[in-house]
């Protein structure tokens, strides 16, 4: 992976002239006008590109920050997520518009960015339902491209019976770093999905979205500062002095995946994306990438593939 990133970097969808913002700013567990004033400071610092997701309540609050921003709507990428299925085609679409509505502001014409299925936990109707209902959106401008969120090999393969589109556009994991011991064993739920960082890489679900240019979302990649003490990552932050949260972003960035830190706290907004004046050698990259614990890394969730 090139070394000359920039926090404008874009990289393509799959069957798409769109472009995704290579860096995003997630706001789980960021509620009401904490949610605002942190997209708003995130927007003001260069993040173009914002996760929130029907579970996270937050839909109104990230599409208030860019109304305040000042930004053209065009200018700044807004990603939402659907959780479950409302139990019928039409329930499930009208929950997907409702969506779309709180984002807008109720404005007419609205459309999301980028649709994702939060988890493909509802079993193959609610997927099937789900993404049917992604793809009317798409079809009626409501959204500009639909991905998924947590699928595994075999839930990807599995869409390809049914789906008008197809692949989904993104796949949004956990690629980040293992559970301590205490925390284990993982809820069975949770390894049914899939998480992205050094501890966690879901090799066969990146290669497998790689070889199928599925655009590799990565979450929690900052593994929620859990793995600040690990001498492999403090190591690597000292040599360039940088903090271990600015070496998990970059080290996202350099393999290609789109990281999307999460923080409440303008510093760290500032800090998470100050990440292009340093780049991560090859040897570095080894050493981060030897920490892949597989299911037993997820603090999340590991995919099944
Ligand atoms: N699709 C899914 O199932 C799924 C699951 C999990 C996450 N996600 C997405 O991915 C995003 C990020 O994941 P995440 O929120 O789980 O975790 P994360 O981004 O890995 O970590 C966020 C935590 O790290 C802290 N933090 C942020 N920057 C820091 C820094 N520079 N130094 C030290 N601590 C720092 C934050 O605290 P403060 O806020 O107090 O600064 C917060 O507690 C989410 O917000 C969401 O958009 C998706």
Redesign the pocket.
Known sequence: MSAKLALTDLLPLPNSSLKIPRL???????HSQTAVK?CLHALRTGYRH????Q??GNEVEMGEAMRQSGLKRSEVFLAT?ILSAGGSPEATYKKCIESVDKVAGGREGGYVDLF?I??PSGGPAARKEMWQALERLVDEGRAKSIGV??FGVGHIQEMKQWAKIWPPQVN???V?FPLPPFQSPLPHAWLT?P?L?PWCQQRTTTAFCTSHNIII?????????QK?HDQTLLSVSKAHGK????V?VRYCLQKGWV???????P???E??ADVYGFELGKEEMDRLDRLDEGEAGA???AVKN
Request: glycine letters at 4%; a negative charge.
């Open positions: 995003g700013f997630g706001i789980y567990q960021s942190s914002i996760d929130s997701a579970f996270y997520k994702l939060h988890t969120s947590n949004q994991i956990e980040y999905h998480q960082h979302e990565a979450y929690s990649p900052l593994v929620r500062n600040a903090s271990t949260a600015q998990l990281p999307l830190p999460k923080s409440d706290t510093s760290r907004i800090e998470n603090i999340v969730q």
